[in-house]
Nanobody
Framework: QVHLVESGGGLVQAGESLRLSCTAS??????????MGWFRRAPGQQRVLVAV??????TFADSVRGRFTISRDNATNTVYLQMNNLKPQDTAVYYC??????????????WGQGTQVTVSS
């Protein structure tokens, strides 16, 4: 079992930056090696992929490409989402995910509780 805990959300003005962190603890009993990344859910909307990092590469949503970066520190078992030039459209609950790949949320085994990001104009 893997627990994911997000931090770093908050309220910022448009154009500012935030860095989200997700720390993972525990281990997967099936020993799968999967990706880690971030989804988000805006009010009244479906969960959509923001970014995911796997050993094969990185995938970004078109809406964040060029503004967001994802990285992983294996030494601290932490994945980061650096969000630059934030826009009001980025307002959402951001979820850390693990043991999955691609854009379908059903492909990810572990989910954090989410952290709120609010961008004011």
């Amino acid at each position: 079992q893997v627990h994911l805990v997000e931090s770093g959300g908050g309220l910022v003005q448009a154009g500012e930056s935030l860095r989200l962190s997700c720390t993972a603890s525990g281990s997967d009993s099936d020993f799968r090696i999967g990706g880690m990344g971030w989804f988000r859910r805006a009010p009244g909307q479906q969960r959509v992929l923001v970014a995911v990092l796997t050993k094969s590469g990185t995938t970004f949503a078109d809406s964040v490409r060029g503004r967001f970066t994802i990285s992983r520190d294996n030494a601290t078992n932490t994945v980061y989402l650096q969000m630059n030039n934030l826009k009001p459209q980025d307002t959402a609950v951001y979820y850390c995910v693990a043991e999955g790949y691609g854009r379908d949320p059903r492909d990810y085994k572990y989910w954090g509780q989410g952290t709120q990001v609010t961008v004011s104009s």
